[in-house]
Structures are given as structure tokens and as C-alpha cells.
């Protein structure tokens, strides 16, 4: 009996049965070109011969492929078997004699001696194989939470050249237009204006990075660049709002915003939505018309959950997707303004954000950074904000006055 053929044999005779095949392939799409060119249509039994041989060829080519993969491995192509304590005990010498003779009868044992239990432990003892395991690690970074930053999408955005920007700001005017008879004196009307003038204040941080660290994790990089421009964003949003004047901080819309004071003759505020609409009217009368609204997310989560009598939600639809939305306007959540406050107003005719220079990541060596093989990543931004009408917007509290 002749030995049986290896795997690499078989993958040869294998390989002259699939090129002849491919052979007959080409062949059939030789002919079949020549009679499209003759104008001459393929017959039913032209087409069944070469579905066969296609057939035939993808036969041999996907033997041909498995017995490739048999030969790569070695040998035959069987895959080394790894027996596990329990099959090598029930496959040893003792326990096949013991199992050959009467279970019930028999009084002894069968046993597979090992050296030692293979345990995971990575103290330096036999069977320990802990040092041996690699971990699984994720190929990902999981970042701290990011504050969804909105406000700058409120408010109209420019460029700037230099580092001061002025503007003329009209502060008064007295209309005395009136009917005016023939011959008689026309009336005369006033206007005051002053000229105003802010600087562009540069917000920055930076943080250092060994080269190693840069090189070898690449996630790092992009990590470092993103947290920066956060930070920037972060700290920028706090400024558009809150921003004192002094010093290197910008003259927020906070604090130039126009109290709330319900104008006379609207109705009383009996709920927090009621407010909301009521400092609208204010805008309104001051010839701004509101065109957003900034809450705190407790506070627009607490007038989302407002019920009627009857159970049903006054404002939100819990299976919604639409925009959140109040008396028309978009409303902005952010936490960069204080429970229990709100902020409405025409946003992008009172106020706009001049860029300098646009939020932007360095790096260089600094100091003795290049002998300690050490970067230093600086994020920066520059920008101005101009609040052309301090009237157009109005701050409060949320909750309505009781009388």
C-alpha cells in the first residue's frame, strides 16, 4: 500500500488540474469573443459548456487554495491538537486499566501525575504563568466629559486687524418728527452718539510632553490638541457671558444686559415659562426682538417636566427630536450660566465676537525642553467682543416674583 501524499503533493497535481482548466476558460472566451465579432449569437449548449468549465476551474482553485494553507502549516496539514488535563487523564495508560476492569468491583485509582498546577498567578513559583498573559488593552482613550459649548453660535462673528476695535455707539435720541403746515417751522430732532472702543484679550494654556510619549502614542498627540482647544472653548463661553471687563477678561453680555422688569401693563408672571415670555416683550419694546434664549440645563429640564392638570407635558414630547424650543426661539443649556437665571435677547444685532486670531495649537522647545527631549503644546486664541446694544438683551431671575 503506496504511503499517502503530502499535502504540498496534492497541492501540486491540484494546481496542474486547476491551470488546465483555466486554460479551458480562456479558450471558451476566445471563441466566444470571435463570434461577438462575427456578429454571431452564443447558443444555449456554447453557454452550458462554459458555465461548466467556470465551474469546474472555481472547483480546483478553492482546493488548490486549502491545500496551500495544509502546506504553509507543516506536514500534512493537521493542526496540532492541544489536550486539555481532563482528555490526557481519560486518554492515559492507568485510567484505560482501570476503566477496563470492573468499576464496581475494583478498589484502587487511576492518576496523571503533573509536576505542578498551572495557575495565573506572577509569583516565581512552578506553575505560575501569569507573567506569560497579556492583558487586553484598549486601543482607545476614555476622555473626561466635554461641556456642549453654544453660546458663540448665538452671537455674529467678524475678523479683526490690530488689537484694538472701536465702534460708535448711539446713545440717545430724541424723535420730534411731527405734521408740518405750510410755511410753518419744521421741527428739529437729536441724536447723541458716543465712541467706544474694547481690545482683544488672548486666552491661552499649555501643557509639556516627553518626545517618547509623542512618538510612541499616537492617540496622545490628538488627545493633547483637543483638551487644549476645550480648555480654550471652555473658558471663552464663560467669558461671552460672564466676563467682568477688568484686567484681561472681556466685558460679557451679563453684566451690560438690561435688568428684567416687567414692562407696565403685561400680565403677571405666574410660572417661570410666563417670565420667559415676558422678558421677550421687554426685547420686544426696546426694539430688539429676542432670537434666543440661554438657561441653565436644571432650569430648562425643570420646565420641560411641567405637567397641566391633566398629567400631560406643557413644553416637551419625551419621544421628540426637535430642537429644544421655547415661544419659538432656540434655547442654549449651558452650565456658564447660574441656576435659576436666564438670558434673552437679539443676539446677533446686539452683540458680535471679533476673532484675531483663531483658537490654534504650537509647539516648540522652551527653556531646557530640547536637552530633556521634552515639547511644550500651546493652545492660544485672541478675540474681542463688542456689545453694540446693552438693551437688546435681558437678565433675570427665572422664577416669578411673588406679590
Not at 164 to 181: H, K, M
Not at 287 to 295: A, K, Q, R
Request: glycine share 8%; charged share 20%.
Amino acid at each position: 500500500m503506496s504511503d499517502p501524499k503530502s499535502a504540498a503533493e496534492l497541492a501540486a497535481e491540484v494546481k496542474t488540474a486547476f491551470q488546465q482548466a483555466l486554460d479551458d476558460v480562456k479558450g471558451k472566451a476566445e471563441e466566444a469573443l470571435g463570434k461577438a465579432k462575427a456578429g454571431e449569437a452564443l447558443t444555449t449548449s456554447f453557454k452550458g459548456q462554459v458555465d461548466e468549465a467556470l465551474v469546474k476551474m472555481n472547483g480546483f482553485k478553492t482546493q488548490l487554495d486549502e491545500l496551500e494553507q495544509k502546506a504553509a502549516r507543516g506536514g500534512n496539514g493537521d493542526d496540532v491538537e492541544h489536550k486539555s488535563f481532563g482528555q490526557q487523564f481519560v486518554e492515559s495508560e492507568g485510567f484505560k486499566s482501570f476503566a477496563d476492569s470492573d468499576f464496581a468491583k475494583s478498589i484502587g485509582r487511576a492518576d496523571l501525575r503533573v509536576k505542578a498546577t498551572i495557575t495565573t498567578s506572577d509569583a516565581d513559583a512552578a506553575g505560575s504563568i501569569g507573567a506569560a498573559i497579556t492583558p487586553t488593552r484598549l486601543p482607545v482613550i476614555l476622555e473626561l466629559p466635554q461641556r456642549r459649548l453654544t453660546v458663540r453660535d448665538l452671537i455674529s462673528a467678524g475678523r479683526m486687524d490690530g488689537n484694538t476695535l472701536e465702534y460708535v455707539q448711539e446713545t440717545g435720541f430724541t424723535n420730534n418728527a411731527a405734521p408740518v403746515g405750510e410755511t410753518d417751522a419744521k421741527p428739529s430732532s437729536d441724536i447723541q452718539l458716543e465712541s467706544v472702543s474694547t481690545s482683544a484679550k488672548v486666552i491661552a494654556h499649555w501643557m509639556k510632553a516627553s518626545k517618547q510619549a509623542l512618538s510612541d502614542f499616537s492617540q496622545l498627540r490628538s488627545l493633547i490638541d483637543g483638551r487644549l482647544i476645550y480648555g480654550l472653548k471652555f473658558v471663552e463661553e464663560n467669558q461671552l457671558l460672564n466676563g467682568t471687563g477688568t484686567g484681561q477678561n472681556l466685558h460679557g453680555i451679563i453684566p451690560q444686559a438690561s435688568p428684567f422688569a416687567a414692562p407696565s401693563g403685561s400680565p403677571a408672571a405666574e410660572t417661570s415659562i410666563d417670565v420667559l415670555r415676558i422678558a421677550m416683550l421687554q426685547a420686544t419694546l426696546a426694539e430688539f426682538p429676542s432670537t434666543g434664549v440661554v438657561l441653565n440645563p436644571v432650569d430648562w429640564a425643570s420646565i420641560e417636566l411641567t405637567k397641566d392638570a391633566s398629567g400631560w407635558y406643557i413644553i416637551a414630547n419625551p419621544q421628540g427630536t426637535v430642537q429644544p424650543t421655547i415661544w419659538g426661539l432656540p434655547v442654549v443649556q449651558t452650565q456658564a450660566i447660574a441656576q435659576s437665571k436666564f438670558l434673552t435677547g437679539a443676539f446677533k444685532m446686539g452683540a458680535q465676537l471679533f476673532d484675531r486670531w483663531d483658537a490654534r495649537i504650537e509647539v516648540g522647545y522652551v527653556n531646557d525642553d530640547f536637552t530633556r527631549n521634552l515639547v511644550t503644546i500651546l493652545a492660544e486664541e485672541r478675540l474681542a467682543l463688542a456689545v453694540y446694544r446693552p438693551e437688546a438683551f435681558v437678565y433675570g431671575d427665572i422664577e416669578p416674583v411673588t406679590p
